[in-house]
Each structure stands twice: as C-alpha cells, then as structure tokens.
C-alpha cells in the first residue's frame, strides 16, 4: 500500500533550524511531485513547499522563500524540507504530499502523510 511517513519535527526556539523527512513507498516515486503542506492550529492547510516531477523544478510560497529548502533523493523515495530561520509563526504540523500532475493546490495532490509537528517557542 502507499505509505508516506514524515519525521523531524520537534521543539526549537526561533531562529533554530531543522530538517524535515519523507519517507515513502508503494507507488513509482520518480514520477510524482512532491509537496510539503501545513496546518497550524485554526487555520486551513496551506502549501509550503513542492519540487515537479520530472523537471525537478522547484516552488516555494512566500513564507518559505528564502528560508525553507525541498529536495529529494530518487534512490532512496524521500523528500525533505530543511527550514533556516525558524519563527514562532512556522508552527504547525507539517505533511509531506505526492501528485501525478504538475500543480501545487491541495486538492490535486494523490497521497498524504499523517503529518509531523513543528514547535517554535514555548
């Protein structure tokens, strides 16, 4: 069956960095896009972060832009979001997303994690 399983996610204080995994499996992982996605408490999921399938071209919000980086690994069916510059604002749970097509809306991705939860601050 498909599987994605995010991990990293934990307690830091702004400014801090963390690394964000994907792993996954159960489906032809390099013809997928993949996407992070979050969700803090109260608030709609929002995109964060994708890199397209075949191109590898990569999207960011503004949010992310120049603070967050995605990136995959073909061999081993992972993709991982390295976040610089926390903020308290980046706290949510964070889901890693795959999508046969060439978008970055919620509604097109095919298969989701479960999440992984990022803290920053108290």
């Known amino acids: 069956q498909v599987q994605l399983v995010e991990s990293g996610g934990t307690l830091v204080q702004p400014g801090d960095s963390l690394k964000l995994s994907c792993q996954t499996s159960g489906f032809v992982f390099a013809m997928f896009g993949m996407a992070w996605f979050r969700q803090a408490p109260g608030k709609e999921r929002e995109f964060v972060a994708a890199i397209r399938r075949i191109s590898n071209e990569v999207v960011y919000a503004n949010s992310a832009k120049n603070r967050f980086t995605i990136s995959k690994n073909n061999r081993l069916k992972a993709v991982y979001l390295q976040m610089d510059n926390l903020k308290p604002e980046d706290t949510a749970v964070y889901f890693c997303?795959?999508?046969?097509?060439?978008?970055?809306?919620?509604?097109?991705?095919?298969?989701w994690g479960k999440g992984t939860l990022v803290t920053v601050g108290s």
């Open positions: 997303a795959a999508t046969a097509g060439e978008t970055e809306a919620p509604g097109g991705m095919h298969y």
